[in-house]
């Protein structure tokens, strides 16, 4: 892939970039399905993806008429990577073989190894026959929907498609690699002001939090929404900061540090609550709430804003549901994605129904909306929540570091990328923008 990095680092035209010959295999961030066993018998949080991802040379897939492969400059970890990682709710290699069995197009995925990664910056190189709207040297980055778009359950929205997948976590070849293959609905231009990591680091959780708060598909917040957000400074946290913000809605978020409480601050977000240092335990013991907890909680989320929140923005699952239930407006929307802390859920429904709230539940974003979602990027109307930066070797390390929740916003991996800062277009539009609202996660507290 060398060869690639050169062309795209010297300017190469796209017809020069299609002519370079393909290596025969390349560098990915895997794990192995002889090691599914590996953590059998520990606890989650010991359980080390510095251990089961390895990153080895895998032969290059066929390209399908539909795909492309794109050079990829930079990806960055979701906590999809931490489930493959550690193995958890369940073996991800369970996916490939279901995607195997699909057609023949499916059956490359099924393999002893699963290339992860669901975000990506990178550089078209080649195109299948049926591609239309991309060719090599396009500059792209990478939304993680992968649809057959000729079953028909994917034409309305197309996250309800029955065979609807995330690349690289139920699909192989994913973007945490020298080379991803992805299907051409999969690609975006990337926003031109931003440098191949902070143009990496977006698509996944940007529009995800675009599909959870904005979308006539999530809660469709409205300006005045006063909107409760979990995890506030992590990366689905980061970006839905600053929807509510631009939104008009006014925005209250749940950290766990000072430095956390600081960052939001710096972000414009005024109120927020640092869950450690008020020590809530919404949970006595593993089976039971204390609905007191709740109330204490609701207490300090009303002193902030005056009311009760109108939208809760819910991820972390089993911990916290009992407490957004509860703390939700009546007539509101908790609106969930995820169940970080455990999937099976307890709330009062006494709550829910006597105060007509609504669950609503949300996953990834149609290609619209990752599309509508990045078009806010390009438009330095949402910033990236790059927060650090790792070469693709240390990937183990940085999936370890979102493991731990020692990190904040989203960390960036520098694959065919040599160094950070690099693949700006337009750094006129960089400055418009301002460089300290692009970098705010990155220089906080440096
Ligand atoms: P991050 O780890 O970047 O951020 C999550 C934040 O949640 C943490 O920073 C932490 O913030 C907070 N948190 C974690 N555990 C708890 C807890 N027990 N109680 C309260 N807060 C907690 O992860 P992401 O934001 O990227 O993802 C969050 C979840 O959403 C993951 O489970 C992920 O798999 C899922 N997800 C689902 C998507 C979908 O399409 N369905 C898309 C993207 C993510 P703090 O400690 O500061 O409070």
Redesign the pocket.
């Known amino acids: 892939m060398q060869a690639f990095l050169e062309a795209i680092q010297a300017g190469a035209s796209g017809e020069e970039i299609g002519n370079l010959p393909l290596p025969e295999s390349y560098r990915g961030a895997l794990v192995k399905a002889e090691e599914q066993e590996m953590f059998a018998g520990l606890e989650s949080g010991d359980k080390d993806p510095r251990k089961s991802l390895r990153v080895e040379d895998v032969a290059i897939p066929e390209l399908a008429p539909d795909e492309a492969y794109v050079a990829v400059m930079a990806s960055s970890i979701?906590?999809?990577t931490?489930?493959t990682s550690i193995f958890e709710p369940l073996s991800t290699f369970g996916f490939l073989k279901r995607l195997g069995k699909e057609s023949v197009w499916g059956k490359r995925h099924d393999l002893p190894y699963h290339v992860v990664g669901s975000d990506a910056s990178g550089v078209v190189v080649r195109v299948g026959s049926a591609v239309r709207n991309w060719k090599p040297g396009d500059r792209v980055v990478v939304h993680c929907n992968y649809v057959d778009d000729q079953d028909p359950t994917a034409h309305d929205d197309s996250m309800l498609a029955a065979n609807q997948r995330?690349w690289g976590f139920e699909s192989n070849f994913g973007g945490l690699a020298d080379l991803a293959l992805v299907k051409a609905n999969q690609l975006m231009p990337k926003p031109a002001h931003l440098s191949w990591e902070e143009a990496a680091v977006n698509a996944?959780?940007n529009s995800?939090s675009y599909?959870m708060l904005v979308s006539k598909n999530g809660a469709q917040m409205k300006q005045g929404d006063v909107v409760l957000i979990?995890?506030?400074?992590?990366?689905?946290?980061?970006y839905a900061c600053q929807y509510v913000l631009n939104g008009g809605g006014i925005p209250i978020g749940?950290?766990?540090?000072p430095d956390?409480v600081k960052l939001l601050n710096d972000l414009g977000v005024e109120a927020v609550i640092d869950?450690?240092a008020e020590n809530y335990r919404f949970w006595s013991d593993e089976h039971t709430q204390d609905e007191s907890e709740w109330r204490r909680f609701g207490k300090d989320v009303r002193k902030l804003a005056g009311e009760d929140p109108h939208i809760v923005f819910e991820?972390?699952?089993?911990?916290?549901m009992g407490a957004s239930v509860f703390t939700c407006a009546r007539g509101g929307t908790v609106v969930t994605?995820?169940?970080?802390?455990g999937y099976m859920i307890e709330y009062d429904n006494r709550h829910l129904w006597m105060k007509l709230k609504s669950i609503k539940s949300?996953?990834?974003?149609n290609y619209k909306e990752a599309w509508d979602a990045n078009r806010l990027i390009a438009k330095g109307m949402i910033q990236p929540i790059l927060s650090a930066v790792h070469p693709l070797v240390d990937v183990g390390e940085a999936a370890y570091q979102?493991h731990k929740?020692l990190?904040?916003?989203?960390i960036g991996v520098l694959c065919l990328a040599p160094g950070a800062g690099q693949g700006i277009e337009d750094p006129e539009f960089r400055a418009k923008v301002g460089e300290d609202k692009i970098t705010l996660f990155r220089t906080h507290g440096a």
């Not at 749940?254 to 540090?257: L, T």
């Not at 994605?337 to 802390?341: E, Q």
């Open positions: 979701n906590f999809n931490v489930w995330i996944l959780c995800t599909r979990w995890g506030a400074s992590g990366g689905l946290g980061g749940v950290v766990s540090s956390k869950r450690r991820h972390p699952g089993r911990q916290t994605c995820a169940a970080t802390s949300s996953h990834f974003a979102v929740n990190h904040e916003g989203k």
